[in-house]
């Protein structure tokens, strides 16, 4: 964020609204020039397309709660009304209908849209970073400006906000003990970690949250993966398939993302500008928090309903670790875009991943096994 900016024009905010208020006290000398309030925050209305169904309360709820802070940060002028998965555009459509005008703005996941541009699936590399790890990159490791210039070619301007941490790794109505065990399922699974899964032998397929369910439901499906404990239970995936698998290493840090038009951004008052950043950070940073403190409590519920909880094996993770690197190699070697983004990306996973392993990781392999 530019902050100098940012306290600039907060200043010239309250320089305009003490003017208003000596108003009532006017100098016999001299007429107070009166600022015109609607110019500095004049009345906005924004739709926002989502991907998400609204049963899914933290995802569409982190929606709602960026409208909600910009709305009370800007006294009501500045309105964000978001609407469920479907109900304005198709749930994974958001990137196209936000770029051409369609609506305002839209929140999503790059993932869903790596059929235009491999980047945009960054924060689901499998085997990438987590969640701290990736709010680093992006804030502090040049990260999100090096997104902003590619999206700002498809006529948008991306904001983070908001992660799940690290994901399930789905549900499944048979066992999977080993790679050869994924031979000839059809699985829900998006992104890159989609092209790993099908080079074990799993038919992808890539489905919105309002469709898991029912494809699950009706046998179209052999496995599932959305999310973690407190999502999955509000789709209801436990109802048609016994196993839930750990960890969900192709996506350890899914970033929502929010797509502003570009052009419609532009037309934003400097000062909404910032309040709409400084939004997109609380509802990042608050939406990972709500996860975090939901899903032990949604994982215990699902076991006490007879869901199996059951860890892939080294031998799973071993192969899928291997195609995965492989997979990213070849899409490096492929698209010197990708490359660039992925170089800077890797160098910065490398580097905070040996500090990691020397702070985060010693401390938790320690305590937190003492406290299951």
Request: with cysteine; aromatic share 12%; net charge negative.
């Amino acid at each position: 964020m530019k902050r100098r900016h940012f306290i600039h024009t907060s200043a010239t905010a309250l320089t305009g609204a003490a003017a208003l208020g000596s108003c009532s006290q006017p100098d016999q000398q001299s007429e107070p020039i009166e600022p015109d309030s609607n110019v500095l925050f004049p009345v906005v209305q924004w739709r926002m397309a989502t991907s998400w169904s609204k049963a899914l309360n933290i995802v569409f709820g982190s929606a709602e709660t960026l409208s909600r802070r910009v709305k009370e940060m800007t006294g009501g002028r500045f309105v964000i009304i978001p609407y469920g998965g479907g109900e304005l555009v198709p749930p994974l459509e958001i990137l196209d209908a936000v770029g051409n005008g369609t609506v305002e703005c839209g929140h999503s996941g790059g993932t869903y849209y790596i059929e235009k541009n491999r980047v945009f699936g960054i924060d689901t590399l499998p085997f990438g970073m987590n969640s701290q790890q990736l709010t680093a990159w992006l804030y502090r490791g040049g990260g999100l400006d090096l997104l902003q210039d590619l999206y700002a070619d498809y006529g948008v301007i991306n904001f983070p906000a908001g992660q799940t941490g690290v994901q399930m790794g789905g549900w499944f109505r048979e066992k999977v003990s080993t790679p050869a065990d994924f031979n000839g399922l059809k699985m829900r699974i998006p992104g890159a970690g989609a092209q790993v899964m099908s080079r074990l032998g799993v038919e992808p397929v890539t489905l919105s949250s309002t469709e898991v369910f029912s494809a699950m439901e009706s046998g179209e499906l052999d496995a599932a993966e959305f999310s973690g404990p407190f999502d999955d239970e509000n789709l209801g995936i436990y109802h048609v398939a016994p196993y839930y698998y750990y960890p969900g290493w192709w996506e350890t840090s899914f970033l929502f993302q929010l797509y502003v038009n570009l052009e419609a951004w532009n037309q934003l008052p400097n000062i909404y500008q910032e309040i709409f950043k400084a939004a997109a950070i609380e509802t990042h940073v608050t939406t990972l928090a709500h996860y975090d403190t939901e899903n032990g409590a949604a994982l215990k519920r699902l076991i006490s309903r007879g869901t199996e909880l059951l860890p892939f094996s080294e031998e799973i993770l071993n192969a899928a670790y291997a195609i995965a690197i492989e997979l990213q190699e070849e899409m490096a070697a492929q698209d010197p875009g990708f490359k660039a983004v992925y170089d800077h990306w890797r160098a910065f996973r490398n580097n905070i991943s040996g500090w990691h392993a020397v702070s985060e990781l010693s401390y938790a392999n320690f305590a937190f096994n003492r406290d299951r």
